[in-house]
């Protein structure tokens, strides 16, 4: 849904692209350094129950995801290793948003937290394991020879909802924006498993030769 905006901010993060390039940044340090900048904003802030701060610094590295490709292909530097690093680490960075709230209602400050932590707790692992095994799915199939995008929820999607949920849950101090949020993606993210296994299994049904 959200990938129709994709070309919007790439246009916008063309310019200070532009500058990393003229000081002989590559892309894959652009990418390296954007997954350390989410990681560190994720795991960092948000087991402190920090979340609008945490928010922004994951949020200025997440759009180093849309720089790197640009910058790679305006200088022709666009490879199978770049691609297979930037999907790895975009893994790491989503997996580190959603482990730093599994840490929050793990370990943080009971005090703080209104409802049932222990629920919540497992409704983050819960986004956090669907949502890399929506990405293993398509993953899995692109190597077979088949496609598996679509869903209701794609990657952007519940990086964009989660964060911004998340973000404005902090500054309104409203943790119910937050918990809400990871019922949806909990749910949406079951869904969009069984849709690519779906989307696969059509494939195959369609064209036998793929399932030999």
């Known amino acids: 849904m959200l990938e129709r905006f994709r070309g919007f901010w790439t246009k916008i993060m063309s310019y200070p692209a532009d500058g990393l390039l003229r000081l002989g940044v590559t892309p894959d340090q652009v990418t390296l350094v954007g997954t350390l900048g989410v990681s560190a904003g994720a795991l960092w802030f948000y087991p402190r129950g920090e979340f609008f701060v945490g928010t922004l610094v994951i949020t200025l590295f997440v759009f180093s995801d849309l720089m790197d490709g640009y910058m790679a292909r305006k200088t022709g530097k666009s490879s199978k290793w770049g691609a297979f690093l930037d999907s790895t680490l975009d893994r790491v960075g989503d997996a580190a948003v959603f482990g730093?709230?599994?840490?929050?209602?793990?370990?943080?400050?009971?005090?703080?937290?209104?409802?049932?932590?222990?629920?919540?707790l497992w409704l983050s692992l819960a986004c956090l394991v669907l949502g890399n095994l929506t990405s293993y799915a398509r993953a899995r199939a692109e190597s077979l020879g088949m496609t598996a995008k679509g869903g209701i929820a794609e990657r952007s999607d519940r990086l964009v909802a989660i964060l911004v949920m998340t973000g404005l849950s902090g500054l309104f101090d409203l943790p119910v924006l937050r918990e809400i949020t990871l019922w949806a993606l909990a749910l949406a993210s079951l869904i969009t498993v069984f849709q690519r296994m779906a989307i696969v299994r059509k494939q195959t049904l369609a064209n036998p030769g793929l399932d030999t």
Request: charged share 25%.
């Open 100 to 120: 730093g709230l599994v840490v929050y209602y793990g370990i943080g400050d009971r005090e703080t937290q209104l409802g049932d932590a222990d629920l919540y």
